[in-house]
């Protein structure tokens, strides 16, 4: 027998078949099917490594925030912008990393965006001061939107199968899942834990080792997709909308502490003609085909306004929860940061099964399963603000906020969905970009503006705070907010077939 035959052979009698009596005919480009077909998968597990980390540093700051402000003699706004801070700039560039791969390659933008962002890890973990630690966090979320854009498009690549695309998806979002449970556990854990550096520390450099195996991966498993020169890069229009936001949650943070100084107040009425200017800039910009950051033809779909609107208030809910629970459970109740992390797992495993079951229902019953979801979410803020007194046991605090996350699966991962379900076929690349960046600059926008609420209350106890009133006081404010994302999906179609699939940046 020539080579292929001899290997053809051997593989029969592996799987128990004769090959004595017949030869057996065995074409090589099987073997080449075979072996491209595998390495998708190990490409696959390449990639998501950048949603893995992404999510988890959004979860694992959370429960380090007594260390940090500790740790760097932070105030209270600026321990709220090192929350906001990543997210800023994760927000500001998020579409011009993803036409960066297009332009670039996207296993080249792949690599040096995971080589920033392990590098800017490593300096957040070596900062001194608030300010050195919001500048690395700020530079670590903008490294970050130039990696995980990248790994979505990869799927798209390498995944034409539209079976075992569905199924490369479906790992993307457990991936984000488990991402969430391991930031909890891991910063409770690593907070807690006295080594030759900070806790808190430990955090970031944590990063290290799993970004070197990364970079690795991503030389000897990826290889690198065409390049599209076409592409535009709207640099002034990322910069624009980059100082806009600047210029409206610095001084959230910065002037609440401060007594609302001028300054502050200037900034923020700058940040609206700034954004004035930005919306003006985009629409030229699209009439000349210039290539603009976002497409504003979109804004002309009374659907996906009212679409961005719910994402707004829902994210700055659910983000600024998450902030002012993992405080209260500490400073509050005298929780450890390990037990505070063990209190959330409960949440992140109800979110992924109400998840699954709401992917099934949403296409029978629409935006009424959405609305479901908030009553839950309502129901576990109305026994948070009751139950949630010094003497609550652990078991009710895991339990109530397990009713969030079971309520939260409902919602969170099809609200782009339900909203983008009236957007045209040919802007749907557009519309989930601009979807992603209005919901990163949402998290943002709740750690300041709903974070600041609860941190405005702690501050006027200054020789005793009084968690408990700011948690509830908090609440109360987060509870309008899903007041008026009901009434924004109650303003949607009440019927829906999903155009598209998106996944949630976190949960």
Not at 97 to 114: E, I
Not at 250 to 276: C, D, N, Q, V
Not at 367 to 386: D, H, P, R, T, Y
Not at 444 to 450: D, E, H, K, S
């Amino acid at each position: 027998m020539d080579s292929s035959q001899d290997m053809a052979a051997e593989y029969g009698e592996r799987n128990g078949c004769s090959t004595t009596k017949k030869r057996i005919q065995f074409n090589p480009d099987i073997l080449i099917i075979m072996e491209n077909n595998n390495s998708k998968w190990m490409a696959l597990l390449v990639i998501l490594t950048a949603p893995l980390l992404y999510v988890i540093d959004i979860f694992i700051i959370n429960m380090a925030i007594p260390g940090i402000k500790k740790g760097v003699h932070a105030t209270d706004g600026e321990v709220q912008l090192v929350i906001a801070g990543y997210l800023l700039g994760s927000a500001s560039f998020l579409i011009t990393g993803g036409r960066a791969g297009d332009y670039l390659g996207r296993k080249k933008v792949f690599f040096w965006g995971m080589f920033f962002f392990t590098l800017t890890s490593c300096l957040c973990g070596l900062s001194q001061t608030a300010l050195e630690l919001n500048i690395t966090r700020f530079f670590q979320g903008l490294s970050s939107s130039f990696m995980v854009p990248q790994s979505i498009a990869f799927i798209q690549v390498l995944f034409t199968n539209p079976s075992e695309r569905a199924k490369a998806i479906g790992w993307y979002g457990i991936t984000l899942s488990i991402a969430a449970i391991i930031g909890q556990i891991l910063g409770g854990y690593l907070v807690d834990t006295h080594f030759f550096i900070e806790g808190w520390r430990l955090i970031f450099f944590i990063n290290l080792p799993v970004g070197i195996l990364a970079l690795w991966a991503i030389h000897r498993y990826l290889k690198e997709t065409p390049r599209d020169t076409r592409q535009r890069f709207d640099y002034t229009g990322a910069l624009m909308l980059t100082t806009g936001l600047v210029c409206l949650i610095y001084p959230l943070t910065k002037g609440r502490e401060m007594g609302w100084p001028l300054w502050s107040m200037g900034l923020m009425l700058l940040s609206l003609f700034i954004f004035a200017y930005f919306l003006r800039n985009q629409q030229m910009k699209v009439r000349l085909h210039k290539g603009s950051l976002i497409d504003t033809a979109l804004f002309k779909i009374r659907e996906f306004n009212i679409g961005l609107l719910a994402v707004l208030f829902h994210f700055m809910m659910h983000t600024a929860f998450l902030l002012m629970s993992a405080i209260y459970l500490q400073n509050g109740l005298g929780f450890s940061a390990l037990d505070c992390g063990i209190a959330f797992i409960l949440h992140a495993v109800l979110f992924m099964i109400s998840s699954m079951l709401a992917s099934r229902l949403i296409v029978r019953f629409g935006k009424w399963v959405l609305q479901a979801g908030l009553l839950i979410i309502l129901i576990s803020f109305l026994l948070q603000i009751w139950l949630f007194q010094p003497s609550v046991s652990p078991f009710c605090v895991t339990l109530l906020i397990g009713i969030y996350g079971l309520g939260n699966g409902l919602v969170l991962p099809f609200l782009l969905n339900i909203a983008l379900n009236s957007v045209p076929v040919k802007f749907a690349g557009v519309a989930a970009g601009v979807f992603s960046t209005f919901q990163q600059t949402a998290s943002a926008l709740g750690i300041t503006i709903l974070g600041g609420v609860f941190y405005y209350v702690v501050s006027q106890h200054a020789t005793s705070p009084n968690y408990l009133k700011a948690f509830n006081t908090g609440l109360a404010v987060s509870i309008i907010c899903l007041g008026i994302v009901g009434i924004m999906l109650w303003m949607l179609p009440p019927t829906m077939e999903p155009k598209a699939v998106l996944q949630p940046e976190g949960i």
